[in-house]
Structure formats: structure tokens, C-alpha cells
């Protein structure tokens, strides 16, 4: 039998287009079971989560005011949270805030004028070389930025004065500038002018103990201390707040020791935490995180209402800016895989899957853990749960044993696939 040519291409034709056809439903099937698996896994990723608890602290401290008997305008000379010596003036009293200012510009051109010379020393020149003093600068940069991350800010200036006086000498000493000596003329002419200014210190008040200065009063003093933690109660925490006391006749308050604790009330039904524990706190007004001790816990009849105290030895300018504030308590900080709480199943030993975590009649132990898919394989991985979420929990990384989940499996969340 022949075909004519138009009928020949014809069949070509019907050919060509039924293999499109079956090509395009090969590919809309590939795609929809793809689509549908990957809606039936997620991927073990790496997550981290706090066990924390948050309330209402009171900061319980031995603290000694400090009297004032001069009328006039108050100059600190130490920082919130400074330590200070006996003997130590802690302030000065001057008859008006323009003194006061006259007197800062003297102190920090003073500074300014030190520095300067210091680089124009002859000595601080020729005892360096080029390579070694970048050197130098480049570590000094890096202390600069871990210093500036711990919150260290009296290193942090240390370390930025040294790092002007290194970048200046580098300019010196590679001929990118000449001298400072026009700049250290100008800073001597403005010192002289400044000092001609009058500077009266009517009072200056001296420190009569080595102590922690704070420099505002309260009015809890006499209240809030070591020897009346246990006289606290619940309804006093409630009531103390967070306002300061305007006395003029108080320029601030000693801090006796370097232990101070933290009081406030929170839900311990579970008994999560015990006397001795060592847990963090993480205050509202501050990013920094502080290492404490469990004091005391005590109710009054009702463990979900529980009385908590805190030790801590840490001292520092956010520590004593507030009486009372907003805490979080940090009981944990863990770090693992995050499973959906829907993947979860137990297996027995014998290989079989049960809903609950062992069987009483036959002896039998389950094993917690996910069903991952791996290429066209459906595969059982324990997981070691660290900690709960809502809807998730946490399972430790186990890199060298296999039976476990591991980084990137694809869970699936139908158990019965």
C-alpha cells in the first residue's frame, strides 16, 4: 500500500503531536508530585530558643546617702556604678552652671593638649617603625570593637586615646603631616583664656568610705537592704516604684560591698528553680546579660505567687539607674534542630509505630523521633528534645551518629506516608 505525500505528512504530524502531548503530561506529572512531596516535608534547620520568664524586679542594695549643705550647682566627678576610695571627691559645688561648663572645657582641652604633646615628643617618634606601629593600630582595633561588644566603655576610651595618639605618630613619621605644633599653639592660647575665667568651688564633697557611687536618692535607702530581704512580701514588691526623690540637700548615695540582689515574684508550681541555681537576667533598660545566683524563694501559700530574690556581684552604670524594672529571667539558652510537634512519633523496639511513649504490657521501649524522606527511602531518626516550644520543640545535633535527625533531613509532617 502507498501514500501520497500529503498523507505522509500527515502521519508525521499526528505523530509529532502525540509525542507532545505524552511529553507534557510526563512533565505536569513530574511537577505535581514534586509540589506534593515538598508539601509534605520541611528541612531540619538550626534554631535557638530561650526558656525565660519575665516580671517585675526590685534592685535591694546597702546604700548610705550622701548629705549636701551647700546651695549652689552640682558637678560630678564619678559615673553612676564607679567605684570610688575614701577620700575620693565624688562632687563639686559651684555658685552656676556656666563655672561648670568653663570648668569641663578646661578639663577637656587639658586632655587634648596632653595628647598632642605626646605625639610631638621626640621620644614617642624615633622608638617606633612604620610596620610594627600599624601593626600595633590593627590590634588595637580589634580591642576597641571587643570592648565596645562587652560594654567596657572605660576601656573603650582608653584604647581610642591610644589608637589617636598611634594614627598621629603614622601621619608623622611617613611625612603625611609635618608637626601639630599650629594645633597645640591654638589649644594654648584657648586654655589661657578659658582660666581666666572665674572657677568657684563652693563645697566639694569627699567620699568618707571606699564604696560604689550612685548619684540620685530614692527615698528606700533605709528600707530596701540585706538585712530586710526577708520581711519582703508580695504586696510591698508591688507597691515600690521606680521614682527618684528631688533633695537638694542629698547629692547622691554610697553602695556598700559588691554584692546586691534583685527581688520579684513569679510562677514556681513546676519548681523550676531552686536556691543555688545559677540563672541569667536581661534588664528592660539594658542589652547586657548578667550572670546571678537563686538567694531565696519562698511563698506566701501559693507556689504559683513565689517570692524570688537574686544574688549578683556584676556592677555597672545600667545596674543602678533603676529601683524597680521590667527582668527577663533566663533559665536556659539552647540551640539544635526544630521539629514541627505534628512530625513527631514513637516507634517500639520491635519496629512498630505507637501514639504514646512505651507500652506497659509488653515491656516494650518506644523511641521518639521523625519519619525523614531520603531520595525515594521513608527512614526513621531519633531525636533528643532540649527544649519546647508551642508548636515546635528542639533536638540536640548529633554529627556522628546516624540514627539521629541531622542538619537539612526532610522531615515529613504525615506520618503515614
Known amino acids: 500500500m502507498r501514500f501520497t505525500k500529503s498523507e505522509g505528512s500527515l502521519m508525521v504530524k499526528i505523530l509529532r503531536n502525540t509525542v507532545l502531548v505524552l511529553f507534557l503530561v510526563i512533565f505536569i506529572s513530574i511537577v505535581y508530585n514534586f509540589r506534593n512531596r515538598e508539601s509534605d516535608t520541611v528541612s531540619a534547620l538550626i534554631a535557638e530558643a530561650t526558656a525565660s520568664k519575665e516580671f517585675k524586679g526590685v534592685f535591694i542594695r546597702d546604700e548610705t546617702p550622701i548629705p549636701c549643705s551647700a546651695n549652689g550647682v552640682l558637678s560630678y566627678n564619678v559615673s553612676d556604678g564607679g567605684k570610688i576610695g575614701k577620700g575620693t571627691v565624688v562632687a563639686q559645688v559651684y555658685p552656676n552652671e556656666e563655672q561648670i561648663t568653663v570648668n569641663r572645657n578646661i578639663e577637656k582641652l587639658t586632655k587634648e593638649l596632653e595628647i598632642l604633646r605626646k605625639i610631638q615628643n621626640p621620644g614617642t617618634q624615633e622608638s617606633v617603625q612604620p610596620a610594627a606601629l600599624s601593626e600595633s593600630i590593627k590590634e588595637n582595633y580589634r580591642s576597641l570593637i571587643l570592648n565596645r561588644d562587652l560594654g567596657d566603655h572605660g576601656s573603650v576610651e582608653n584604647v581610642a586615646e591610644t589608637m589617636l595618639v598611634q594614627l598621629s605618630t603614622y601621619q608623622i613619621i611617613t611625612n603625611e603631616v609635618e608637626n601639630f605644633n599650629q594645633e597645640i599653639s591654638d589649644l594654648e592660647s584657648e586654655l589661657a583664656e578659658l582660666k581666666k575665667q572665674p572657677r568657684q568651688v563652693i563645697e566639694s564633697i569627699v567620699s568618707p568610705k571606699s564604696a560604689y557611687f550612685v548619684s540620685y536618692c530614692d527615698g528606700y535607702e533605709g528600707e530596701l537592704s540585706s538585712k530586710t530581704l526577708d520581711k519582703l512580701t508580695i504586696a510591698r514588691i508591688s507597691e515600690i516604684n521606680d521614682n527618684r526623690n528631688a533633695n537638694d540637700y542629698v547629692v547622691g548615695k554610697l553602695v556598700d560591698g559588691y554584692c546586691w540582689y534583685l527581688a520579684g515574684v513569679v510562677d514556681n508550681s513546676r519548681k523550676e528553680y531552686k536556691v543555688g541555681n545559677r540563672v541569667k537576667i536581661r534588664l528592660a533598660s539594658s542589652a547586657d546579660v548578667f550572670d546571678t545566683e537563686i538567694y531565696d524563694i519562698r511563698d506566701e501559700g501559693d507556689p504559683s505567687q513565689s517570692i524570688i530574690i537574686l544574688s549578683c556581684s556584676q ?38 509505630e505507637e501514639e504514646t511513649s512505651g507500652d506497659e504490657d509488653t515491656g516494650e521501649t518506644s523511641e521518639k523521633g521523625v519519619y525523614i524522606r531520603k531520595g525515594e527511602q521513608i527512614l526513621f531518626k531519633k531525636i533528643d528534645v532540649i527544649y519546647e516550644g508551642s508548636d515546635y520543640v528542639l533536638s540536640k545535633i548529633y554529627d556522628e551518629d546516624d540514627s539521629y535527625l541531622a542538619l537539612y533531613d526532610d522531615i515529613l509532617l504525615e506520618g503515614d506516608d
Do not use: M, W
Open 315 to 352: 556592677f555597672s552604670y545600667d545596674l543602678v539607674q533603676h529601683r524597680a524594672e521590667n527582668i527577663e529571667l533566663i533559665r536556659g539558652e539552647y540551640k539544635g534542630l526544630k521539629v514541627p510537634r505534628e512530625a513527631i512519633r514513637f516507634r517500639t523496639s520491635s519496629g512498630e
